[in-house]
Protein backbone atom coordinates (compact mmCIF):
# COMPACT_ATOMS: atom_id res chain seq x y z
CA UNK A 1 0.00 0.00 0.00
CA UNK A 2 1.08 3.41 -0.81
CA UNK A 3 2.50 5.74 1.58
CA UNK A 4 0.56 8.88 1.20
CA UNK A 5 2.51 12.08 2.58
CA UNK A 6 1.39 15.78 3.07
CA UNK A 7 4.10 17.93 1.61
CA UNK A 8 4.68 21.90 1.56
CA UNK A 9 6.59 24.19 -0.63
CA UNK A 10 7.42 27.07 1.44
CA UNK A 11 9.07 29.80 0.22
CA UNK A 12 11.85 31.65 2.77
CA UNK A 13 13.26 35.63 4.00
CA UNK A 14 10.66 36.38 1.65
CA UNK A 15 6.62 37.83 2.24
CA UNK A 16 5.90 37.10 -1.51
CA UNK A 17 5.15 34.06 -3.56
CA UNK A 18 8.16 33.30 -5.73
CA UNK A 19 10.37 34.82 -4.24
CA UNK A 20 13.33 33.99 -1.41
CA UNK A 21 14.42 30.32 -1.49
CA UNK A 22 11.94 27.68 -1.95
CA UNK A 23 12.08 24.25 0.37
CA UNK A 24 10.02 21.45 0.53
CA UNK A 25 8.58 20.89 3.91
CA UNK A 26 6.90 17.61 5.76
CA UNK A 27 6.49 16.31 9.05
CA UNK A 28 6.69 12.03 8.56
CA UNK A 29 7.48 9.26 10.46
CA UNK A 30 7.21 6.46 8.05
CA UNK A 31 9.99 7.21 5.91
CA UNK A 32 13.51 5.79 5.75
CA UNK A 33 16.57 8.19 4.36
CA UNK A 34 16.48 6.26 1.59
CA UNK A 35 12.84 7.08 0.61
CA UNK A 36 13.76 11.23 2.04
CA UNK A 37 16.62 11.14 -0.47
CA UNK A 38 14.24 10.57 -3.31
CA UNK A 39 11.88 12.86 -2.35
CA UNK A 40 14.52 15.39 -2.06
CA UNK A 41 15.26 14.64 -5.72
CA UNK A 42 12.03 14.48 -6.96
CA UNK A 43 11.52 17.83 -5.23
CA UNK A 44 14.34 19.54 -7.38
CA UNK A 45 14.71 22.41 -4.78
CA UNK A 46 17.99 23.17 -3.39
CA UNK A 47 16.60 21.27 0.18
CA UNK A 48 13.70 19.65 1.58
CA UNK A 49 13.47 19.39 5.00
CA UNK A 50 11.93 16.92 7.08
CA UNK A 51 10.06 17.02 10.46
CA UNK A 52 9.93 13.89 12.79
CA UNK A 53 9.95 13.33 16.62
CA UNK A 54 12.99 13.63 18.67
CA UNK A 55 13.42 11.95 22.18
CA UNK A 56 16.63 14.77 22.30
CA UNK A 57 14.54 17.61 21.61
CA UNK A 58 11.28 18.74 20.28
CA UNK A 59 11.66 17.78 17.12
CA UNK A 60 14.29 15.92 14.77
CA UNK A 61 14.78 18.06 11.62
CA UNK A 62 17.07 16.94 8.61
CA UNK A 63 17.97 18.55 5.27
CA UNK A 64 18.14 16.66 1.67
CA UNK A 65 19.49 18.47 -1.22
CA UNK A 66 18.75 16.53 -4.20
CA UNK A 67 21.95 14.74 -4.15
CA UNK A 68 22.72 14.38 -0.55
CA UNK A 69 21.55 14.82 3.38
CA UNK A 70 23.52 17.81 4.78
CA UNK A 71 24.73 19.13 8.34
CA UNK A 72 23.08 22.57 8.57
CA UNK A 73 20.18 24.33 6.75
CA UNK A 74 18.90 28.20 7.07
CA UNK A 75 16.32 28.86 5.17
CA UNK A 76 14.40 25.01 5.40
CA UNK A 77 14.65 25.43 8.68
CA UNK A 78 12.79 28.86 8.30
CA UNK A 79 10.02 27.13 6.38
CA UNK A 80 10.29 24.05 8.46
CA UNK A 81 9.04 26.63 11.83
CA UNK A 82 6.29 28.57 9.49
CA UNK A 83 5.31 24.94 8.63
CA UNK A 84 4.81 24.11 12.49
CA UNK A 85 3.34 27.42 13.09
CA UNK A 86 0.85 27.09 10.47
CA UNK A 87 0.07 23.57 11.35
CA UNK A 88 -0.61 24.68 15.06
CA UNK A 89 2.60 22.85 16.14
CA UNK A 90 4.06 25.99 17.58
CA UNK A 91 2.57 28.93 18.96
CA UNK A 92 4.28 32.75 19.00
CA UNK A 93 7.29 33.54 20.90
CA UNK A 94 7.72 29.35 22.11
CA UNK A 95 11.28 28.34 22.08
CA UNK A 96 11.78 25.05 20.62
CA UNK A 97 14.96 23.13 19.83
CA UNK A 98 15.60 20.80 17.04
CA UNK A 99 17.86 17.59 17.09
CA UNK A 100 20.55 17.76 14.00
CA UNK A 101 22.95 16.71 12.17
CA UNK A 102 25.05 19.99 13.55
CA UNK A 103 23.43 19.44 17.35
CA UNK A 104 20.73 20.85 19.09
CA UNK A 105 19.35 23.94 17.62
CA UNK A 106 17.19 26.60 18.85
CA UNK A 107 14.34 28.54 17.57
CA UNK A 108 11.56 30.72 17.77
CA UNK A 109 9.19 32.80 16.22
CA UNK A 110 8.24 36.82 17.29
CA UNK A 111 5.85 38.92 15.72
CA UNK A 112 5.52 36.72 12.16
CA UNK A 113 9.64 36.74 12.08
CA UNK A 114 10.67 33.20 12.67
CA UNK A 115 14.23 32.91 14.29
CA UNK A 116 17.20 30.34 13.88
CA UNK A 117 20.34 29.71 16.13
CA UNK A 118 23.21 29.49 13.75
CA UNK A 119 26.30 26.97 15.19
CA UNK A 120 29.32 29.75 15.93
CA UNK A 121 31.90 28.59 13.39
CA UNK A 122 35.54 28.62 13.40
CA UNK A 123 36.93 31.32 10.91
CA UNK A 124 40.15 30.95 9.27
CA UNK A 125 42.63 33.02 6.93
CA UNK A 126 42.40 30.85 3.47
CA UNK A 127 45.53 29.23 2.80
CA UNK A 128 45.09 27.23 -0.75
CA UNK A 129 45.18 28.48 -4.31
CA UNK A 130 43.03 31.17 -4.98
CA UNK A 131 44.10 32.13 -8.62
CA UNK A 132 42.13 28.37 -9.24
CA UNK A 133 39.08 29.36 -7.34
CA UNK A 134 38.58 32.82 -9.58
CA UNK A 135 39.47 30.91 -12.36
CA UNK A 136 36.42 28.96 -12.23
CA UNK A 137 34.27 31.67 -11.30
CA UNK A 138 35.64 33.63 -14.11
CA UNK A 139 36.79 36.87 -12.06
CA UNK A 140 39.32 38.97 -12.93
CA UNK A 141 41.43 39.15 -10.01
CA UNK A 142 41.04 43.32 -9.72
CA UNK A 143 37.44 42.96 -9.09
CA UNK A 144 38.28 40.53 -5.90
CA UNK A 145 39.61 43.00 -2.44
CA UNK A 146 43.25 42.62 -1.22
CA UNK A 147 41.33 41.31 2.06
CA UNK A 148 42.41 37.80 2.97
CA UNK A 149 39.40 35.19 1.96
CA UNK A 150 37.84 33.74 4.92
CA UNK A 151 37.16 29.69 5.59
CA UNK A 152 34.94 27.91 7.59
CA UNK A 153 35.09 24.74 9.50
CA UNK A 154 31.92 23.40 7.30
CA UNK A 155 34.22 24.68 3.96
CA UNK A 156 32.46 27.46 3.03
CA UNK A 157 34.60 29.62 1.89
CA UNK A 158 33.96 33.81 2.02
CA UNK A 159 35.57 36.10 -0.65
CA UNK A 160 34.92 39.39 -0.83
CA UNK A 161 34.07 41.33 -4.34
CA UNK A 162 34.79 44.85 -4.70
CA UNK A 163 31.54 46.10 -6.08
CA UNK A 164 27.90 44.78 -6.98
CA UNK A 165 28.33 45.29 -10.57
CA UNK A 166 31.41 42.96 -10.44
CA UNK A 167 29.89 40.64 -8.18
CA UNK A 168 26.78 40.50 -10.70
CA UNK A 169 29.05 39.66 -13.33
CA UNK A 170 30.32 36.80 -11.69
CA UNK A 171 29.78 33.57 -14.02
CA UNK A 172 30.98 30.25 -12.82
CA UNK A 173 32.47 27.41 -14.27
CA UNK A 174 29.87 24.59 -11.75
CA UNK A 175 32.14 21.92 -13.34
CA UNK A 176 35.56 23.25 -12.65
CA UNK A 177 34.31 24.35 -9.35
CA UNK A 178 32.65 21.13 -8.19
CA UNK A 179 36.16 19.36 -9.33
CA UNK A 180 37.95 22.18 -7.25
CA UNK A 181 36.07 21.04 -4.35
CA UNK A 182 36.35 17.16 -4.90
CA UNK A 183 40.01 16.90 -5.52
CA UNK A 184 41.63 19.50 -3.21
CA UNK A 185 39.15 19.70 -0.30
CA UNK A 186 40.21 22.73 0.93
CA UNK A 187 36.69 24.00 0.46
CA UNK A 188 33.22 22.99 -0.62
CA UNK A 189 30.90 25.82 -1.07
CA UNK A 190 31.61 29.31 -1.90
CA UNK A 191 30.00 32.80 -0.36
CA UNK A 192 30.93 35.38 -1.99
CA UNK A 193 30.20 38.82 -1.45
CA UNK A 194 29.99 42.72 -1.34
CA UNK A 195 29.55 45.79 1.42
CA UNK A 196 27.45 47.61 -2.15
CA UNK A 197 23.99 46.68 -1.68
CA UNK A 198 20.56 47.33 -3.42
CA UNK A 199 19.11 48.44 -0.35
CA UNK A 200 20.48 51.41 2.31
CA UNK A 201 19.04 49.76 4.91
CA UNK A 202 21.59 46.48 4.34
CA UNK A 203 25.38 45.73 5.39
CA UNK A 204 26.00 43.21 2.53
CA UNK A 205 25.19 41.33 -1.10
CA UNK A 206 26.02 38.21 -1.35
CA UNK A 207 25.87 34.82 -4.11
CA UNK A 208 26.61 31.55 -2.85
CA UNK A 209 28.07 28.33 -4.91
CA UNK A 210 27.45 24.97 -4.43
CA UNK A 211 27.92 22.71 -7.05
CA UNK A 212 29.27 20.18 -4.61
CA UNK A 213 26.39 19.58 -2.81
CA UNK A 214 24.35 19.21 -6.06
CA UNK A 215 23.30 23.30 -5.90
CA UNK A 216 24.86 25.51 -8.50
CA UNK A 217 23.59 28.82 -7.17
CA UNK A 218 21.73 28.90 -4.04
CA UNK A 219 19.13 31.68 -3.93
CA UNK A 220 18.94 32.76 -0.19
CA UNK A 221 21.25 31.17 2.05
CA UNK A 222 20.57 31.38 5.52
CA UNK A 223 24.07 29.34 6.80
CA UNK A 224 25.90 31.62 5.13
CA UNK A 225 24.48 35.36 5.85
CA UNK A 226 24.51 33.85 9.81
CA UNK A 227 28.26 33.60 9.76
CA UNK A 228 28.83 36.30 7.56
CA UNK A 229 28.32 38.68 10.34
CA UNK A 230 31.06 37.39 11.82
CA UNK A 231 33.59 37.27 8.86
CA UNK A 232 32.35 41.16 8.50
CA UNK A 233 33.54 41.64 11.50
CA UNK A 234 36.98 39.59 11.66
CA UNK A 235 38.03 41.26 7.92
CA UNK A 236 36.97 45.04 9.26
CA UNK A 237 33.95 46.03 8.00
CA UNK A 238 31.96 46.09 10.48
CA UNK A 239 33.35 48.45 13.66
CA UNK A 240 32.18 48.57 17.06
CA UNK A 241 29.37 45.94 16.64
CA UNK A 242 27.72 45.93 19.95
CA UNK A 243 25.75 42.19 21.26
CA UNK A 244 22.78 41.83 19.27
CA UNK A 245 22.47 44.07 16.65
CA UNK A 246 20.67 43.60 13.61
CA UNK A 247 22.07 43.60 10.43
CA UNK A 248 20.88 42.78 6.83
CA UNK A 249 22.15 40.59 4.30
CA UNK A 250 20.66 40.91 0.35
CA UNK A 251 21.13 37.49 -1.70
CA UNK A 252 18.55 36.28 -5.00
CA UNK A 253 17.99 39.63 -6.89
CA UNK A 254 20.23 38.65 -9.57
CA UNK A 255 18.89 35.43 -10.31
CA UNK A 256 14.75 36.48 -9.17
CA UNK A 257 14.37 35.27 -6.26
CA UNK A 258 14.98 38.11 -3.97
CA UNK A 259 15.46 37.77 0.18
CA UNK A 260 16.21 39.63 2.72
CA UNK A 261 18.42 37.95 5.84
CA UNK A 262 18.28 39.88 9.25
CA UNK A 263 21.06 38.37 11.24
CA UNK A 264 22.29 39.46 15.10
CA UNK A 265 25.37 37.98 17.50
CA UNK A 266 25.84 37.97 21.01
CA UNK A 267 29.43 37.44 22.05
CA UNK A 268 28.87 37.30 25.42
CA UNK A 269 26.09 34.48 25.03
CA UNK A 270 28.16 33.44 22.28
CA UNK A 271 24.81 33.06 19.88
CA UNK A 272 23.74 33.47 16.50
CA UNK A 273 20.96 33.93 15.08
CA UNK A 274 19.40 33.98 12.11
CA UNK A 275 15.60 35.39 10.84
CA UNK A 276 13.06 36.00 8.37
CA UNK A 277 9.70 35.56 7.28
CA UNK A 278 8.37 32.64 4.82
CA UNK A 279 5.32 32.13 3.14
CA UNK A 280 3.29 29.05 1.81
CA UNK A 281 3.11 28.33 -1.58
CA UNK A 282 1.52 25.23 -1.75
CA UNK A 283 0.44 22.03 -0.19
CA UNK A 284 -0.33 18.79 -1.54
CA UNK A 285 -0.35 14.89 -1.49
CA UNK A 286 2.78 12.66 -2.33
CA UNK A 287 2.39 9.12 -2.72
CA UNK A 288 5.35 6.65 -2.65
Not at 47 to 57: C, L, Q, R
Not at 226 to 239: C, F, N, T, Y
Not at 249 to 268: A, C, P, Y
Request: charged content about 25%; hydrophobic content about 40%.
Amino acid sequence: MAKEIDLYQIDAFTTKAFAGNPAGVTFVESLNDSEKQLIAREMNLSETAFISKSDKADFKLQWFTPTKEIQLCGHATIASLHFLYQNGLVKNNQEIKFETLSGIIKCFMHNDQYFMQIPIPHLEDFTGCKEEILDAIEIDRTKVSDLPFILLDNGYLFITINSLKDLWSINPDFKKLKDLSETNKDFFDLAVFTTETVDKSSTAHLRFFAPFHGIDEDPVTGSACGPLLLVLIKLGLIKNYSDDDEIFIEQGDLIGRTGRVTVKFNQQKNELFISGKAITVFKGKLFI
